[in-house]
């Protein structure tokens, strides 16, 4: 009885081991980034690599600086 135990533990671990190699799990899908649009240039800049003055959006400082000249 001891050995039937043993043997159906064995059988199902390899079984599980073998479903993971065959099928792996997805990575998680990547988040979507907020786009928007530069005041100066108007092309679209991601948000966390834009720059924000006076409630405005810019893709580089030097056009913040250039449109409030």
Same mark, same amino acid.
């Given at each position: @009885?001891? *050995? &039937? $135990?043993?043997?159906?533990?064995?059988? /199902?671990? $390899? $079984? !599980? =081991? =073998?479903? +993971?190699? @065959?099928?792996?799990?997805?990575? #998680?899908?990547?988040?979507?980034?907020? @786009?928007?649009?530069c005041e100066y240039c108007g092309i $679209?800049? !991601?948000? #966390?690599?834009? /720059? @924000?003055q006076r409630d405005r959006f810019f893709?580089?400082? #030097? +056009?913040? *600086? !250039? =449109?409030? &000249?």
């Amino acid at each position: @009885m001891l *050995k &039937l $135990l043993i043997i159906t533990v064995i059988v /199902v671990y $390899l $079984l !599980r =081991f =073998f479903w +993971h190699l @065959m099928y792996p799990r997805l990575p #998680d899908p990547p988040k979507p980034v907020e @786009m928007k649009a530069c005041e100066y240039c108007g092309i $679209l800049a !991601r948000e #966390d690599k834009g /720059v @924000m003055q006076r409630d405005r959006f810019f893709c580089t400082s #030097d +056009h913040a *600086k !250039r =449109f409030f &000249l």
